[in-house]
Nanobody
Framework: HVQLVESGGGSVQAGGSLRLSCAIS????????LAWFRQPPGKEREGVAA???????TYTDSVKGRFTISKDNANNTLYLQMTSLEPEDTAMYYC????????????????????WGQGTQVTVS
């Protein structure tokens, strides 16, 4: 059983930065496919960024050049560094992990991830 816990959310003005963290426990994460999703109020959950076990990353178009996904395997932690934040980035952010996920040119759909964190709120004004 894998548990994920997000932290680092908060309120920030447009143009600011935040770094989200996702602590992963239960078993090693070296072979996991990891991702960040977000869900704005009243909208569907959408993939933001993903990183494969190989280190290959992919991002949704709206965050390319502004967000960076990374992982620290030694500390079992996933990160999302967010810069140049915009009001449109306001959402509940979730980290997710999965196994046997095929790498592709876009963030895989939520249905392929078996493990989820509780979410952390990001508000940009």
């Amino acid at each position: 059983h894998v548990q994920l816990v997000e932290s680092g959310g908060g309120s920030v003005q447009a143009g600011g930065s935040l770094r989200l963290s996702c602590a992963i426990s239960g078993r090693p994460n070296e072979n996991y496919f990891l991702a960040w999703f977000r869900q704005p109020p009243g909208k569907e959950r959408e993939g933001v960024a993903a990183v494969a076990s190989s280190g290959s990353t992919t991002y949704t178009d709206s965050v390319k050049g502004r967000f960076t996904i990374s992982k620290d395997n030694a500390n079992n932690t996933l990160y999302l560094q967010m810069t140049s934040l915009e009001p449109e980035d306001t959402a509940m952010y979730y980290c997710a992990a999965g196994v046997n996920v095929r790498a592709r040119d876009y963030v895989p759909p939520a249905s392929v991830f078996g493990y989820w964190g509780q979410g952390t709120q990001v508000t940009v004004s």
